[in-house]
């Protein structure tokens, strides 16, 4: 292996000194084509027939992923170098490319250009000294070229594939850089655009997956020169970056992410640390086309104006014709500030209490794809094949993008997913690309059409929310133990594991359930006292460490429930177990797992002895193999505590449970756990189309709180174990207190209603919401979802990244706690698991725990993923709600005001300290909690985006 | 950070089991009794032995073997930034008393009582693995002093960065913080003689080693991977004594030459 050695050098920001690097250039890269006869083909990855080797330039690779992605797109050769530059702009794309270079189904070579003796180009320093984009590269640590550089060498290394490969392939070098492409082709390499080498294909339909040139692109005279007076400047420019530094720097402009509400996407929100407040953003122009996620740059407008501008948002808002959602759904998005009243004249104090600002500079763009569909439109009269088209996303936070479309007609009643490209100032509207088809739109009146479209439509909530449903690959599938599998005797000899199926052990779960994953057991021993064992499924005894099936669950980090299927974190065989196609009736199957079956033969099993009055005396943790002698469901099992007559030792167990339970949930209640409500609401699923029969409030019976009770037992001890013995590696999870600002609003909806609630600890809260009972018996739940709303969610951390104060579960009021109990579903359990695992000695930690960055970024996506679990499963009840009630057209009912209507701006007077709305003439006015009647349909204000509508009667 | 590409090429363009060019010069120090360059890539050092000679001061002076002295030091110029290098410094004082401790291990120092031999290295250069150059070439120096040597120790670094274990690391690939090991070698009776540890923790110490020193102790390696990662660096080792056993028969063949044998 020859080796020569040249030297770059490289200089470094802030201290500007020399920094020498070592640099191989080699002679054993191989060019990845398997016809070539001078290399070594056992790598290649290019095809054997290629005709056409395309070779592309950083740009093409930022702007047209999408299109790259695209299967008809192949044989391309990735320079090392573009792939550098690539990483350096943007991550995701990179993500994205390596992704294809690294799938077998694709052809894509990384070619190692700059380590190659023949393709290495010495840096040009020729390069103009105020190019923005390498001056910050001169910061970086590592040594990176300048784009003229680049260039070069992207065209020294096409040409060397062209004398290397000879005539054999036609090697094309793909740039849209026009200076570029007239050098290429002075230099005898034949080059292309993107957009001429995509219609040589003669495939139309890629051509939609194309981005236009932006401005940035071609030349930006040129788009001046056609139209000087039609193109009005919609936008203020965007402050160049050095001016955003220095701004920042001085405290003028501030930074932060921008939200946009949820409900009213003209009204946007920068959290900011430097005012130590939200700013709030009116309207669009102050937005300045940023979307909701961006890093922006802001200037806080003059203190006057920032009640003026909020009915400037109004009267945009009218503008465009868009009007206000009105079902809340979640706690996150919303703003703390609870600015939600709008178009009122009594709150301007309020108002005036929080800064609002405009947007003078995006730092990150937060720009990623989105499903949704196109605004209906009639087809253009020209047919010159091409139709500008505007896309509306599902997300309501997302504004209009306009994309080009030469398949029109097909994508009009399609949901699709575009991407954005870019936004210039010139235009109204951010401009965007077509993706991909999800599917037909969910129509109304079409009964056949709905099936389809309500798949589409589950598609969407799944694809808006990240959820990977793909099925699971062969290399995760090879990781199950081979079926049909049962407990064999090596397992029943290992000593680590105690062979307890004489325990008369069961389970509790809803009716229906299918990933059972835990099950309880109670005996009463000899001196009086209760040994109770919690037993949970030992999944990482089949999904070990570093394999691809821990890799995939770690990724998807849970089980998402949607009303209508649930998409496993797991491979089916181990949620279910594999007798699934024998058809044996729930309670048989149960056992049949427990006997000789499949998944949960084995279990980690923690054992408490407890007295009659619920005391923890002593614990146990064990693994072993149990036995379950029954499946109940709730129901059943609050069937069989009711029913006095039966006196079986099942039963008996179960009431002592039972007994045991109450004390300890007292208990817990004493220490000030809150018990906290949401509206979750039960479909019953027609077997065959899937259709909601009926919807129902989720009942929570005795028996489903003893086995919560139970399971929050053992979630608390293992966290305590674990946490003992890896004092900076646990995963725990813990629940902020929050802050008196996030309770204030909830606290004025429930003065208003004359209740006094003291929100100084859990314990005063837990007890007020207590005593806070109506008339109604759906009173007391209402005001609990009221106060989950204004609770922070509880996260999974790292407990080395903590202090163990911040530990604290405000919910639970308990000073640590983890997951530990349902392994099949959660991934973060299956970490507990591990922890547990290696503190009891059973096997030793595998290297991710003793990497705290490691641990401490899987502990990040299990909230992202938990998050999103939650929102899809929110999005697929508003999705089925609406199913239901298009189907019974206009029903009315009573229903509860939670949240104030505020129809037409000045009609109504909305009076905040009485958390009253009145009309202006005094002829009406509702209170917050009043019972009303409303009429309720669903209503499609906006084409393709239904919703139900609830009208006062 | 990428540290080896999905191609399998690091940083400077070499493979993860290649070590960086080495090059090696013997008398460099007229003066001395033995001199030796030795370059491992960018990093460059050399070494002047002198000795046996008289031990300077008495009540050092061992009746049975030798006094080995060796003194390390960075030269001012050898990172580049203008900093000067404080002599006698606590990393300079660790990695003089390394090199003494594996160069008497190696030394027959029973040959030669009451004498004292001094070892002086010092950096010209420094782009990362400045002790197992500084043991290369204080080898080598030994070697053209003409002190007998039970074998030829050298030297050799290996880590473990982004999942791979990689041969020789240089400064960029050093200071990333994962876990490295320096570790000596004789060749020839196939023995460790130095193993130095950094960013490692669990490693059990094993009886075969004659001297361990354990420096910072932050990430973690399973012991299976180490015994990869101690692996390559042995195998390092080796390739590094081919070398100075060929310089120094080339070396002997020139004096042969010079003396018109």
Known sequence: MLHSKTFVKKTRGGKVNKQVREHYLRDDIYCGAPICKVCDSSTARLSPSASTILIVDTNVVLNQIDLLENPAIDDVVMLSIVLEEVKNKNMGVYNRVRALCSNSLRRFFVFANEHHKDTFVKEMNKESKNDRNDREKAFSNFPVLTSKSIELAIRVAAQWYQTHLGGATHVLLITNDRENKRKAIEEGISAETIESYVKSLDRPELLDLLVQPTSEDVNMVEVEDLRPSKRKIMYTEHKPMSEITSGLHRGIYHQGKLRVNRYNPFEAYVGSESIGDEIII?????????????????????????????????????????????????????????????????????????????????????????????????????????????????????????????????????????????????????????????????????????????????????????????????????????????????????PIRQDLRNLRVFSVDPPGCKDIDDALHCTSLPNGNFEVGVHIADVTNFVHPGTPIDDEAAERGTSVYLVERRIDMLPKPLTEGCYQGEQRS?????????????????????????????????????????????????????????????????????????????????????????????????????????????????????????????????????????????????????????????????????????????????????????????????????????????????????????????????????????????????????????????????????????????????????????????????????????????????????????TRSEKGGGEWFVDEQQQKIRKMDGSLSYTVLQTVKIHMEVVEPQPNRPKLQLMLI | MEYVSPEGLRLDGRRPMEMRQIRAEIGAVAKADGSAVFEMGNTKVIAAVYGPREVQHRSQQMSDQALVRCEYSMANFSTGDRMRKPKGDRRSTEISLVIRQTMEACILTHLMPRSQIDIFVQVLQADGGTRSACINAATLALADAGIPLRDLVTSCSAGYLNSTPLLDLNYVEDSAGGPDVTVGFLPKLDKVTLLQVQNLLNCVILGRFSALVVGKMDSKLPIDTFENVMQLAIEGCKAIANYIREILLENTKQLEYRRGL
């Open chain 1, 282 to 494: 009116y309207g669009r122009t102050n937005m300045n086309r940023a979307f909701d996620g961006d890093i922006v740059a802001v200037e806080l407008l003059p203190q006057d104006q920032w009640h003026e501008e909020k009915s400037l948002s109004i009267a945009e808002e009218e503008d465009e014709d868009e009007d206000v959602h009105l079902v809340p759904s979640s706690t996150d998005d919303a703003p703390r500030t609870t600015s939600l009243v709008q178009g009122s004249a009594g709150d301007l104090n309020f108002a005036s209490s929080h800064p609002s600002g405009r947007v003078i500079g995006i730092i990150k763009r937060n720009w990623h794809s989105y499903c949704g569909s196109l605004e209906p439109m009639p087809m253009p009269a020209g047919s010159g094949g091409t139709a500008h088209a505007l896309f509306v996303s599902k997300d309501r936070r997302i504004p209009k993008i306009r994309i080009h479309t030469r398949q029109l007609e097909n994508l009009l009643d399609k949901r699709i997913i575009v991407a954005v490209d870019s936004w210039d100032r010139l235009s109204r509207h951010p401009s965007g690309h077509y993706v991909r088809t999800i599917g037909e739109i969910g129509d109304t009146c079409n009964l056949k059409q709905e099936i389809g479209g309500r798949d589409t439509e589950s598609e969407v909530v799944l694809i808006e929310n990240d959820i990977n449903s793909r099925p699971f690959s062969s290399q995760v599938l090879a990781c199950l133990p081979p079926l049909p599998w049962s407990v064999s005797s090596g397992d029943l000899a290992n």
């Open chain 1, 586 to 898: 729930l309670a048989i199957h149960w056992v049949h797992i427990f006997t000789d079956g499949i998944v949960n033969f084995a279990d980690v099993r923690i054992e408490q002895e407890m007295t009659p009055d619920a005391e923890i005396i002593s614990k146990r943790y064990t693994k072993s193999v149990i036995k379950s002698c029954a499946a109940l469901s709730y129901i059943e099992a609050q069937a069989r505590m009711d029913d006095s007559r039966l006196m079986d030792p099942l039963t008996t167990d179960l009431r002592n449970m039972n007994a045991l339970a109450k004390i300890m949930r007292l208990r817990r209640i004493e220490r000030g756990a809150l018990t906290l409500a949401s509206a979750e609401v039960k479909f019953q699923i027609d077997t065959e189309t899937h259709d909601p029969l009926d919807i129902g409030m989720y009942q929570i019976r005795e028996a489903n709180q003893m086995v919560e009770e139970f399971m929050l037992a053992a979630n608390v001890s293992v966290a305590g174990k674990i946490l003992e013995d890896f004092p900076l590696c646990s995963l725990l999870r813990r629940h902020p207190t929050p802050t008196r600002e996030m309770l204030e609003p909830f606290l004025r909806t429930a003065a208003a209603v004359g209740l006094n609630l003291d929100a100084s600890s859990s314990k005063a809260l837990a007890d007020s919401l207590d005593r806070a009972v109506g008339d109604d018996p759906y009173f007391n739940k209402l005001i609990r979802i009221l106060a989950t709303r204004c609770m922070t969610q509880a996260v999974y951390f790292c407990s080395g990244d903590l202090s163990p104060p911040e530990y604290h579960h405000y919910g639970l009021a308990a000073p640590l706690y983890t997951h530990f109990t349902s392994p099949i579903r959660r991934y973060a359990d299956i970490i507990v698991h591990r922890l547990l695992a290696a503190s009891l000695g059973i096997c030793k930690l595998p290297p991710i725990f003793q990497d705290r960055p490691q641990l401490t970024s899987v502990a990040d996506n299990l909230n992202y993923r938990h998050r999103n679990a939650q929102m899809a499963g929110r999005a697929s009840v508003e999705l089925h709600t609406l199913i239901y009630f298009r189907k019974r057209y206009g029903i009315e009912g009573p229903v509860y005001l939670t």
